[in-house]
């Protein structure tokens, strides 16, 4: 580590060619904290700031113990390449020094909008993937999101001594096992990637944006360096060996000559170059020193280059085994050159990604000057996340300079999420206090930064929440805001033993609100509070940060319970009718639902209340198959005028209608929040208003009387057209033993669940995929765990909503159980209604 003061690192700030922007995703458990471990310690930090030994990013208590790393944040790095290095650098201007902001977000998928918060900001990202298991589907999960927030990936194949060593992988075997983590990288990046706007993403060995090492051991390495290492020695141009260090070429040792067929013409076998020239030294060094003949790894050692001091030649086995791969191929020089020769500047990234950032013109300033990363723009700041300051209270938004500098005591208009140009709502005119560069809990002030880094800002942070834009541009649109698609799955009530702590719980709540984006913070009916979201180790890390950090009282913690939804299975029985409390209006009407597609359209806002109604009624018409008439008379979408449920108004020439079209809307995004059977959210229905009755004086037919009947005729309507419930229900990704595949997929069948896929990828391992309902992954690992005696390792991600079979009113229903247990927790009367409670009265 090396301490830069602030003149220098306002020099690497305002190079901009020569900085790297990079997010790391990995699989829990592949090796990410190690990678990062690893070059925390092998390259300059910038400002050490590692506070009392340990990890150097996880500085979470809880992710300690854990051992997982849950929040992200950035550590800056110096890295100079070698002038040999600087041939594969286009732009030199800048000389060799590079900055490399690491922004670290978690590996597990559950917490995936930190994922797109850490890429949003970012240009390129590591990938690391196990070298025996490959891509897990929260691997390829969170590479789908970068590949649609247009980051270029680079991969690391890691965990290569435990191939080795532990599951005495053969060189072919391992070759083979490499292969098939590049196709399927590859495989899932064209299965992706529509456009080609990141020029060609695919991987490859032969390009240098795969690296293959061992992240525990310190080594690691791409073709290049066995390529600068061979071009030497075999007097051969390096891209010409490169490109004989990968597939099928073959050497024979004997003749000097290359081929293409693993067999010589007199059928003797030849080896892969690849096994032959990069992996044989590797395999030779580990013999060697695992088992104990030191003297001849050391005249290896030499053979090959390798100067070690006397202390390194006094260590033995494994010591000696990391020191010499250390000094052969050193991880952080591998890896760092792949991201500096392989990983856009943000120049050159902002030119493409602008676009997709940017939702105003093309064409205005604000657009130019982050296509160009332009220093003297208008300032275009993203704020991606807030970070807690260390008293808690304050928080420091966190995000990156995309056009402009920002400087101390500016004054910016801060522009929330729901800002729309020309209009007031959701802005805020502000000055900067601090501009702050930030080391895990470090902090320094800066006089400035300008376009293409990233920074802390200070004062500005009661105006925001959780994200947004800053800039000094009157005309300027947002910054693309990320969409939180994580659904909340789970929620937990939460409370205080001393009724005097209840205004630290709530101030407490509040914060945690804002600096999580995917938590949902509620009061339910009942008065209880409750915090929803993905999963169960998402919660318990949600609620550790809220009792240690934001609320700092005890709390109360109450058992999590499933999120449900309701829906119907069928159009209504018969067409049902409310009448308002006065008698003088009625509403007809019925319920019917909608395709799981084109919930799933309006969830992810590709149908939407705006623009052009018109063309959203071809769209319905062409993909959904909706009459296009019946999709021309959409009043509204609900819950929050968005939501996948839609209201139709299917009448004609019905007097007065207009004037209570707004309150009919009304009821039903009041009642889209709380269905009929189990007050939980409505989703895939569609309303149809079949007929009006309204009293001629519009006194009569007022707010008051209109929008309760509209509930009460939902609600009926849902009522008599099979009324169900969804439950949210996870995609389990369990590695293990080949031997525990039946006895795993047996834990399954007991609870519910329906395994999709079984995965063989050595004689040793698999994979087993299974969809399992939310409500049975209730200390699923735990019992997975001892069924197996710690040999299976469950990774769950929130994959769909499944409706559910049954009758809701029927008591020896599961549904009309879970039914049952949630109107009891409410407090809302245990017996399902049936249509009757609502219909003509
Ligand atoms: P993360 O969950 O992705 O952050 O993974 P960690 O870095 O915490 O690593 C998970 C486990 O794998 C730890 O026990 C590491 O020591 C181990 N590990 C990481 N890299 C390697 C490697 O290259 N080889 C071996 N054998 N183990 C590794
Ligand atoms: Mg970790």
Not at 382 to 396: C, E, G, Q, T
Request: net charge negative.
């Amino acid at each position: 580590m090396v301490n830069f003061n602030t003149g220098q690192i306002h020099d690497l700030m305002s190079k901009v060619d020569n900085i790297r922007n990079i997010s790391v995703i990995a699989h829990v458990d592949h090796g990410k904290s190690t990678v990062i471990d690893c070059l925390a310690t092998e390259v300059s930090t910038i400002l050490p700031a590692k506070a009392g030994g340990g990890r150097y990013m996880d500085t979470h208590a809880d992710e300690q113990e854990r051992g997982i790393t849950i929040k992200s944040t950035v550590i800056p790095m110096y890295f100079k390449l070698s002038d040999d290095q600087m041939e594969d650098i286009s732009t030199k201007e800048h000389g060799n020094g590079f900055l490399i902001n690491l922004v670290n977000s978690p590996g597990h998928a559950e917490l995936s909008s930190e994922v797109t918060a850490a890429l949003r900001i970012t240009d390129g990202a590591l990938v690391i993937v196990d070298a025996i298991t490959g891509m897990s589907v929260q691997t390829e999960t969170m590479f789908h999101q970068a590949l649609s927030e247009l980051v270029k990936p680079v991969v690391m194949i890691n965990r290569i001594d435990h191939a080795m060593l532990k599951a005495e992988f053969s060189q072919e075997k391992l070759y083979q096992s490499f292969a098939r983590v590049v196709e399927n990288v590859n495989f899932s990046i064209s299965a992706y990637q529509g456009e080609e706007a990141t020029g060609n993403p695919i991987v490859s060995p032969e390009l240098g944006t795969v690296a293959f090492g061992s992240a525990l051991h310190g080594w690691a390495f791409t073709l290049r360096q066995f390529a600068v290492r061979y071009s030497k020695q075999f007097g051969i141009n390096r891209t010409k060996i490169i490109e004989k260090l990968w597939g099928e070429n073959y050497f024979n040792a004997t003749t000097k000559e290359w081929s293409t067929k693993s067999a010589d013409t007199s059928g003797n076998r030849q080896d892969r170059a690849f096994n032959m020239l990069v992996l044989d030294p590797i395999y030779k060094i580990y013999e060697l020193a695992m088992n104990s003949r030191k003297d001849e790894a050391l005249a290896f050692a030499a053979k090959l280059d390798i100067a070690l001091t006397s202390e390194e030649r006094d260590t033995t086995s494994k010591a000696l085994l990391k020191v010499i791969m250390h000094k052969f191929l050193p991880a952080a020089e591998a890896l760092m050159e792949m991201i500096c020769i392989h990983l856009p500047s943000p120049k050159k990234a902002q030119l493409y990604r602008c676009d997709y950032l940017y939702e105003g013109p093309t064409d205005d300033e604000s657009a130019t000057g982050i296509r160009n990363c332009d220093p003297n723009g208008p300032l275009m700041f993203y704020v991606s996340k807030l970070l807690p300051a260390s008293d808690m209270r304050r928080f420091y938004a966190f995000g990156r300079v995309f056009s402009g500098t920002v400087s101390p005591g500016m004054r910016v208009r801060i522009q929330g999420p729901d800002y729309v140009p020309g209009n007031r709502k959701d802005l805020h005119i502000k000055p900067i206090q601090r501009t702050v560069f930030m080391v895990g809990r470090g902090v320094t002030d800066l006089d400035h930064c300008s376009a293409g880094n990233i920074v802390s800002l200070v004062g500005i942070d009661q105006f925001l929440l959780k994200s947004g834009t800053l800039t000094t541009s009157d005309t300027a649109h947002n910054m693309k805001t990320i969409k939180f698609s994580v659904s909340p799955v789970m929620q937990v009530a939460v409370g205080v033993q001393d009724p005097k702590n209840l205004p630290n719980l709530l101030e407490g709540l509040k914060r945690l609100s804002r600096s999580d984006p995917c938590i949902h913070v509620s009061v339910s009916e009942s008065g209880e509070y409750t915090i929803a979201g993905a999963g169960e180790l998402y919660l318990e890390a949600c609620l550790s940060d809220l009792e240690n950090d934001y609320a700092r009282v005890p709390i109360i913690i109450n058992c999590p319970v499933v999120n449900y939804y309701e829906t119907v299975q069928a159009t209504s029985s018969l067409t049902c009718m409310s009448k308002s409390a006065n008698k003088h209006n009625r509403i007809y009407m019925q319920a019917a639902p909608i395709s799981d597609e084109l919930t799933k359209a309006i969830e992810e806002e590709e149908i939407n209340p705006h623009g052009d109604a018109k063309e959203r009624a071809r769209r319905m018409a062409n993909d959904f198959e909706w009459d296009s008439n019946e999709a021309r008379k959409i009043w509204c979408f609900a819950p929050d005028d968005k939501g996948p449920n839609i209201l139709v108004n299917s009448t004609a020439g019905i007097q007065y209608l207009d004037e209570i079209k707004d309150m009919c809307c009304g009821g039903l995004q009041a009642a889209a929040h709380s269905g009929p059977c189990a007050g939980e959210k409505i989703r895939g229905c569609r309303f149809n208003i079949m007929d009006v009755v309204l009293h001629a004086d519009s006194i009569h037919r007022g707010n008051a009387q209109i929008m309760p009947t509209m509930r009460a005729v939902i609600y009926a309507s849902m009522l008599s057209a099979k009324p169900t419930l969804q439950e949210p229900v996870y995609l389990v990704d369990v590695q293990c033993p080949s031997s525990l595949n039946t006895s795993i997929c047996s834990v399954f069948s007991h609870r519910r669940g329906q395994v999709i896929e079984v995965n063989t990828h050595s004689s040793s391992m698999c994979n087993v995929k299974a969809y399992l309902p939310v409500a049975e992954s209730f200390g699923f690992t735990a019992y997975l765990r001892s069924a197996t005696a710690g040999q299976a390792f469950p990774q769950m991600v929130f994959d769909h909503w499944s409706t559910m079979n049954g009758d809701v009113t029927d008591p020896a229903d599961k549904i009309n159980a879970i039914c049952r247990a949630i109107r009891k927790r409410k407090g809302v009367g245990e017996n399902v209604p049936t249509y009757g409670k609502y219909h003509e009265l």
